[in-house]
């Protein structure tokens, strides 16, 4: 699952900009930034969650998680 989130955020986030690295973000940083652009990618609102968790467990891992709330 995790692979297809990989390829999923590297698809659709490349399409307007260069890429992030996923350790350019901490784990607290990536949800509400991949949220402030998730409305111009293709990517669907199943994939939606399992990116964002994707990108915090290969985040820099110096802060702990916050829980991620499901009604975005």
Not at 1 to 10: E, V
Not at 55 to 63: C, R, T
Request: aromatic share 8%; proline share 4%; hydrophobic share 30%.
């Amino acid at each position: 699952m995790l692979d297809r989130a990989k390829q999923t955020y590297q698809e659709s986030c490349s399409i307007c900009h260069h890429l992030h690295k996923e350790s350019q973000y901490n784990s607290n940083q990536w949800p509400s930034l991949f949220k402030s652009m998730l409305s111009r990618t293709p990517i669907d609102k199943k994939d939606e969650l399992l990116i964002i968790q994707y990108l915090q467990k290969v985040s820099k891992g110096d802060i702990k998680l916050k829980p991620i709330e499901e009604n975005f």
